[in-house]
């Protein structure tokens, strides 16, 4: 028995695609079509983008130069006011003025150039039509991200900029910073470098400092307690003992490191049935009180052997 078999059809032969637009070549004639119908658009476009670029870049420049001037028409002026107070107080003035001058600096210029072309590049966009909106969501989106990765980074650079604003503490003087206690070597937007006693450095980052001390701001306070044997004539110790303060004062070589106030006997302080505690005050330029204090007891130790007081002994 024979089987036949069916006959498939012919394959139908693949038509080949028809030539479209893209394959079209480009000739001197479609150049000149396309930029007859978009050049106006373009140039106007174009020229509206160069003119906000431009002022863009004059706007930046005058605002840099004007932050400089008046930074540093500040920093001197301040410079001046604390020389004027602290004369020969061994302070870096020129280092401590020159760092914060260039922090300030530093912060508004980059403030000032971020909103300038911020605005600019909104203005652009606006130019060219394209839907800010999306632009802003996707933008908020990374801010937001990059403020919870960086909260500590950010809290440093923060409290840097208010810190160096509010001139807290500057190169040269000595702080209490809670974490250490030293110099202040170097004030930075995030660290703050101190050297302490022993001469260890330590970097404290500015977000971790919640509250300072000090001691080379105004004015240092010099306290000396004498104390006498309980039968001595108070009256003559207190004479002796402003006598050779009137002397440390008069010094020309210890003058510069007093303030404008005499140091003065305060008076009694204490009572003891064997001893009396007679107490002498100060004002001394920042940093200068500790020498004060040493020599102001060293003359009187010498004032108080001439004329045969007994100085008492605190210990029981």
């Not at 069916?6 to 693949?14: D, L, T, Y």
């Given at each position: 028995m024979t089987r036949t078999v069916?006959?498939?059809?012919?394959?139908?032969?693949?038509p080949s695609p028809s030539p479209t637009s893209t394959d079209q070549p480009v000739t001197t004639s479609s150049v000149g079509h396309w930029f007859s119908v978009h050049g106006s658009l373009l140039i106007s476009h174009g020229v509206q983008i160069a003119t906000?670029?431009?002022?863009?870049?004059?706007?930046?420049?005058?605002?840099?130069?004007?932050?400089?001037?008046?930074?540093?028409?500040?920093?001197?002026?301040?410079e001046g006011r604390t020389g004027r107070l602290l004369g020969s107080a061994g302070l870096?003035?020129?280092?401590?003025?020159?760092?914060?001058?260039?922090?300030?600096?530093?912060?508004?210029?980059?403030?000032?150039?971020?909103?300038i072309f911020v605005i600019g590049g909104?203005?652009?966009?606006?130019?060219?039509?394209?839907?800010?909106?999306?632009?802003?969501?996707?933008?908020s989106v990374v801010g937001v991200a990059l403020g919870l990765g960086a909260q500590g980074l950010i809290t440093d650079f923060v409290s840097g900029i208010f810190m160096i604003f509010e001139d807290q503490y500057g190169v040269g003087d000595v702080i209490d910073a809670g974490q250490a206690k030293g110099t202040v070597e170097e004030v930075g937007l995030r660290i703050?470098?101190?050297?302490?006693?022993?001469?260890?450095?330590?970097?404290?980052?500015?977000?971790?400092?919640?509250?300072v001390g000090n001691k080379s701001q105004g004015w240092g306070r010099v306290v000396v307690d004498v104390p006498v044997a309980y039968t001595?004539?108070?009256?003559?110790?207190?004479?002796?003992?402003?006598?050779?303060?009137?002397?440390?004062?008069?010094?020309?070589?210890?003058?510069?490191?007093?303030?404008?106030?005499?140091?003065?006997?305060?008076?009694v302080e204490s009572l003891d049935g064997a001893y009396v505690v007679i107490q002498m005050q100060a004002r001394t330029a920042p940093q200068k009180n500790v020498e004060v204090a040493r020599e102001l007891r060293a003359?009187?130790?010498?004032?108080?052997?001439?004329?045969?007081v007994q100085v008492a002994s605190l210990k029981a």
């Open positions: 069916p006959a498939f059809p012919a394959a139908s032969a693949v906000i670029v431009t002022a863009c870049v004059v706007i930046r420049v005058l605002t840099t130069r004007s932050i400089n001037r008046v930074v540093h028409h500040a920093a001197k002026a301040a870096v003035a020129g280092e401590r003025t020159r760092q914060r001058t260039q922090a300030i600096g530093s912060v508004l210029r980059s403030l000032s150039s971020a909103v909104l203005m652009v966009v606006s130019v060219l039509t394209i839907p800010i909106a999306p632009i802003l969501a996707s933008v703050t470098k101190l050297r302490d006693p022993d001469g260890v450095v330590w970097y404290i980052r500015n977000g971790l400092i919640n509250r001595e004539d108070v009256g003559k110790v207190r004479e002796i003992m402003a006598a050779t303060a009137d002397e440390l004062f008069a010094d020309e070589a210890w003058r510069d490191r007093f303030l404008d106030d005499k140091p003065k006997v305060v008076g003359r009187l130790k010498t004032a108080l052997d001439s004329a045969q």
